[in-house]
């Protein structure tokens, strides 16, 4: 199963930053928006931040102003820079992209990756 990795994610105070990455595997050629996610514990996935493939953004209101997206399109890689976390920012957070092109020719609708947790303390 093709799947995105991410890193990044740890224990950081309120106030810190905290830079997550997704990198799509060297078998995929070119995805399309890259997006991540984010789950707290008993609450349902959110949309944190997306990105298309031509460089348009767009955030949650709630992460407006502290969490950047951005992308390598030549790499198939994503960078999500969170700054001045909340310890409401706690959840994990999954990188996600749509319609990625596997270089056999086969087109996936979307890929996940494995979620990386983020924990802010107070």
């Known amino acids: 199963q093709v799947q995105l990795v991410e890193s990044g994610g740890g224990l950081v105070q309120a106030g810190g930053s905290l830079r997550l990455s997704c990198a799509a595997p060297?078998?995929?050629?070119?995805?399309?928006?890259m997006n991540w996610y984010r789950q707290a514990p008993g609450k349902q996935r959110e949309l944190v931040a997306g990105i298309s493939s031509g460089g348009i953004r767009n955030y949650a209101d709630s992460v407006k102003g502290r969490f950047t997206i951005s992308r390598d399109n030549a790499k198939n890689t994503g960078t999500l820079e969170m700054n001045s976390l909340k310890p409401e920012d706690t959840a994990v957070y999954y990188c996600?992209?749509?319609?990625?092109?596997?270089?056999?020719?086969?087109?996936?609708?979307?890929?996940w990756g494995q979620g990386t947790q983020v924990t802010v303390s107070s």
């Open positions: 060297r078998t995929i050629s070119s995805i399309n928006a």
């Open positions: 996600n992209v749509d319609r990625a092109r596997h270089n056999s020719g086969r087109v996936y609708f979307e890929l």
